[in-house]
């Protein structure tokens, strides 16, 4: 942001708002010091007199000098209206990321009491508080500062949701920051912009509720005096001297043009920065890490990195729970790496996202075993699990714009990450930083640690997350669609540092991928899920050649290859996947298999070994080219 104020200045409308500003609160500053005595000088031989070369604007009832009074009156009529703002907008941030703190229901009911201080008027709110808390220049401010309050509160809440959804708040949420500091930290730095324009903006609201308090007379209370009290004094000389309304009028305009006119100028710059920034990142790829611990040895002792038996993820619904993943099992060993592929909707990211813990309320995971690295992650408290998970498994997931915090140095969240979990010293954090950004075979490592995401390419960026999951050496990388919107250059050059870390450190990876030939490059082994359960499980050398589930063949069959005709249409898999608030009985797949028979639909085929692997379907023995016989018709 603080690079964004000098461009304010390049426009016309900021030179203006910013030079009027400027003015003011030099007036602000000197004109009680030079004129105090001038504007309070009373001389009862020359009252209610109109303009002349002694008094500019003429005297008021007491033969004080209008014009200086005016001038001196800045300082107060600037000082109530920075004094409400603060207030307005110190209420507004507590009340807006209140709700984003507090626990889910209790923050529902803090919105829902947003909504309704946001049904009355500002200015009756205003008018209503001014007169309960009594009639002062203290309960003025107090009053305008509270019914402020909750439009900016909204604004907060608004933009700080959409902020704290991102998967860079969300992994820093889960693996143990205080709630405080992922605010601090994450969310209002992101969302300042917008805050700040929209400050500057309501600050000329104030200046006029204010006047208008006092106008009124239950703002400044005698002998003080602001311009809205200058202008009632004005009034009952209206006809005789209009200039004695019309000055402090004049002074009104003119600041509330500053604050406006600087609000403007600041929107406009700020957003034609995001949105440069944001189409400049947006063919990016992906990733939000957890970052990883150390001790190669003792890691390689343990065998199974992941054994899960019978996982299910459930979301309550309308018509009762929604069950995406329905019995999914799975085993992944040192150094293994494993590939879940299916059309989208089949369930690999909320598998991922519960075996990885990071599956966030109304979410519901259950299984009869979910072990990583021996330990039983539905045993002891979630918190007992932070420093292991945090250690040693790291999530690359696939939105370029939510994995990076965009305003924070590339080394920073590096070094926040290790410092965290490893409890390393700045510099250490900082030297390991450079030295994984260099692993991840980044040129210049010093000069990239020292840049922010939006200067780097998508590869770039999904390295730098893989270079966050190297703070250590994690056991398992979990990859969700590390490489979709990567050309294939970058894609080869992602897959292959998935694949050295694999080998230099006996990381096991589970990769997800709508891509078979993706997947079937980079993995030992495939699973192919659909409708929330794993249908067939093979070697990924025999995948081509040996799979028997009609839906893996079906995946397969709609993969281009160098022999395919270019001329004929892409080959697509017929019907709909399943939606899960509404899975068929028997084998979920019926609907859409060349092969179904009636006992296909009455009957769910359970996921049997055999030599090649397992697979779940009641014709799995037919031969291969009696199924592509079958298929092709
Ligand atoms: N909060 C939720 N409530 C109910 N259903 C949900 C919720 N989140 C996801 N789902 C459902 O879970 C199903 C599986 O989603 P998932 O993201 O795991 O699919 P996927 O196979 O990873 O797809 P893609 O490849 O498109 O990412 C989807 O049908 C989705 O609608």
Redesign the pocket.
């Known amino acids: 942001m603080r690079r964004h104020w000098p461009q304010v200045l390049r426009t016309p409308v900021g030179i203006v708002g910013i030079a009027l500003l400027t003015i003011l609160l030099l007036l602000a500053v000197l004109a009680p010091l030079l004129w105090g005595d001038r504007a309070t000088a009373t001389d009862t031989g020359d009252i209610l007199s109109g303009p002349s070369s002694q008094h500019w604007a003429g005297t008021d009832d007491l033969g004080r000098d209008i014009f200086f009074r005016t001038l001196v009156a800045t300082r107060l009529s600037i000082v109530l209206t920075l004094l409400a703002t603060a207030l307005g907008v110190g209420l507004g941030l507590l009340l807006g990321l209140a709700p984003l703190l507090l626990p889910r229901r209790l923050g529902r009911i803090m919105v829902a009491f947003l909504n309704v201080l946001l049904g009355f008027p500002s200015l009756l709110m205003v008018l209503f508080l001014a007169v309960i808390l009594g009639v002062s220049t203290s309960s003025a401010v107090l009053a305008i500062g509270v019914a402020i309050a909750s439009p900016f509160a909204r604004l907060v809440h608004t933009l700080g949701a959409g902020i704290a959804e991102r998967d860079y708040v969300a992994a820093a949420r889960i693996s143990g920051v205080n709630p405080v500091r992922v605010i601090v930290r994450h969310v209002l730095p992101n969302v300042a912009e917008p805050l700040v324009v929209n400050a500057t903006v309501t600050a000329s609201s104030v200046l006029l509720a204010f006047g208008g308090l006092s106008f009124l007379g239950i703002g400044v209370q005698p002998p003080q005096y602001d311009w809205g009290r200058l202008m009632q004094d004005g009034l009952g000389s209206i006809y005789t001297n209009p200039l004695a309304a019309l000055l402090p009028g004049i002074a009104f305009v003119v600041t509330g043009l500053a604050f406006n006119l600087t609000g403007e100028a600041a929107a406009g710059t700020f957003g034609a920065k995001s949105r440069s920034r944001s189409r400049w990142t947006s063919p990016a790829a992906p990733v939000t890490v957890r970052p990883s611990g150390s001790g190669d040895e003792e890691h390689a002792r343990v065998a199974d990195v992941l054994d899960v038996r019978d996982l299910h993820?459930s979301?309550?619904?309308p018509e009762g729970p929604?069950s995406?993943?329905r019995g999914v099992s799975l085993t992944l060993r040192t150094g293994e790496a494993v590939g879940?592929v299916?059309?989208?909707?089949?369930?690999?990211?909320?598998?991922?996202?519960a075996v990885a813990q990071l599956l966030e309320e109304?979410?519901r995971v259950t299984a009869e075993r979910l072990t990583f690295c021996e330990t039983d992650l539905q045993a002891g408290a979630r918190s007992d699990h932070d420093a292991l998970l945090g250690t040693s498994l790291a999530v690359v997931f696939?939105d370029p714009m939510s994995s990076l915090n965009p305003v924070m140095r590339i080394g920073s969240q590096l070094v926040e990450a290790a410092r965290r979990h490893q409890g390393l010293t700045r510099q250490e954090a900082s030297d390991r930083a450079v030295d994984r950004l260099r692993a991840v075979h980044l040129a210049d490592p010093e000069r990239r640690a020292r840049q922010h995401p939006h200067e780097f390419s998508g590869g770039m960026r999904q390295r730098t997350m893989i270079a966050m999951g190297l703070m250590g050496t994690p056991r398992l990388i979990v990859a969700?669609?590390p490489t979709t919107a990567l050309d294939m250059t970058v894609q080869r050059q992602v897959l292959d540092l998935l694949q050295e870390t694999r080998r230099d450190h006996g990381t096991a990876i589970l990769l997800?991928?709508?891509d078979v030939s993706v997947v079937s490059s980079v993995c030992d082994r495939v699973l192919v899920?659909y409708a929330?359960r794993i249908v067939e499980d093979l070697p990924s050398a025999d995948l081509r050649t040996k799979a028997r589930h009609p839906y893996t063949r079906a995946l397969i069959g709609a993969v281009p290859d160098m022999a395919t005709d270019l001329d004929a249409p892409l080959t697509t898999i017929p019907g709909q996947?399943v939606?899960?608030?509404n899975v068929p009985d028997g084998c979920a797949y019926a609907a859409r298999c060349p092969l179904a028979t009636e006992r296909c639909r009455q009957d769910d085929p359970v996921l049997v070994a055999d030599a090649i692997g397992s697979v779940a379907c009641w014709h799995a023995d037919v031969a291969l080219d009696v199924r592509i016989e079958e298929e092709a018709r």
Do not use: N, W
């Not at 299916?342 to 996202?353: I, V």
């Open positions: 993820v979301f309550p619904g929604i995406p993943v879940v299916g059309e989208s909707g089949s369930g690999k990211s909320m598998t991922a996202l109304p979410g696939q969700d669609e997800i991928s709508h899920m929330g996947p939606d899960p608030r």
